[in-house]
């Protein structure tokens, strides 16, 4: 039983020697084969689907977090809240022999590690617990996703303080449909409340170091600090 790295993947190299005895040092061949976790736990999806089910159904209680009892969401004076949302698993995972391991919870995002032990026979689960402001489940439509996240940022503006909204994942977790949804839903909002006010837009896109105009087809702009230590786009296009 060897232990190795092939392509970022750890692996356990089995040599099985049907109907003979393997010894140290013996120079029988043998046939070997190469198990990396991924492939493991899809062998073992029924098992390991069963230990989510029955997580899912009486969910362990949540670790103690530093600073005393109480979650993130209930500190008032944090001025930085973060969210999570998670997308459906899709068709074609489901048919290379993928199963959902992430469960959502109020303020709590458990992901269950699927795991064999060296002998690669036995099986076991670890459940890592992470906590955040709102963890939206795939259930979650974009009006829950709003109200849990960016909302709030809205009102505070039309009142006249600053929010910012920043999305962060992976290609392919849904940032663009999330943000059209919010862009949709921010741009009622505002408009419904914002009385005799004038609103005005700039649409920028960040890119490493550099910035572009979005309403001026793209063209190349600067990020000027003013003496208030705002930050502003110039030159650039504003749409009232």
Excluded: W
């Amino acid at each position: 039983l060897l232990y190795g790295f092939h392509h970022g993947h750890a692996y356990l190299r089995l040599v099985i020697a049907p109907g003979k005895a393997f010894a140290m040092g013996g120079a029988e061949s043998a046939v070997v084969r190469n198990v990396d976790k991924r492939t493991s736990r899809r062998d073992h999806k029924t098992t390991f689907e069963a230990a989510v089910m029955r997580f899912r159904e009486a969910p362990f209680a949540a670790p103690a977090q530093p600073g005393g009892a109480g979650s993130l969401s209930s500190s008032s004076s944090r001025q930085v809240r973060v969210c999570v949302r998670k997308r459906p698993i899709f068709a074609h995972e489901l048919q290379e022999g993928e199963f959902d391991v992430i469960t959502c919870l109020p303020g709590r995002v458990v992901v269950h590690d699927a795991r064999m032990h060296p002998d690669m026979i036995h099986m076991f689960m670890n459940h890592h617990d992470f906590v955040f402001d709102e963890a939206l489940g795939e259930k979650a439509d974009n009006d829950q996703v709003y109200r849990g996240t960016a909302r709030h940022d809205v009102h505070a503006a039309l009142q006249g303080g600053n929010g910012t909204v920043m999305m962060y994942g992976q290609t392919g977790s849904g940032k663009t449909y999330t943000m059209r949804s919010i862009y949709e839903r921010a741009a009622k909002d505002i408009f419904a409340n914002v009385r005799d006010r004038l609103v005005t837009v700039i649409f920028i896109e960040l890119l490493g170091d550099k910035c572009f105009d979005m309403l001026n087809q793209g063209a190349p702009c600067s990020l000027s600090t003013a003496a208030d230590g705002s930050v502003h786009p110039y030159p650039a296009v504003e749409v009232a």
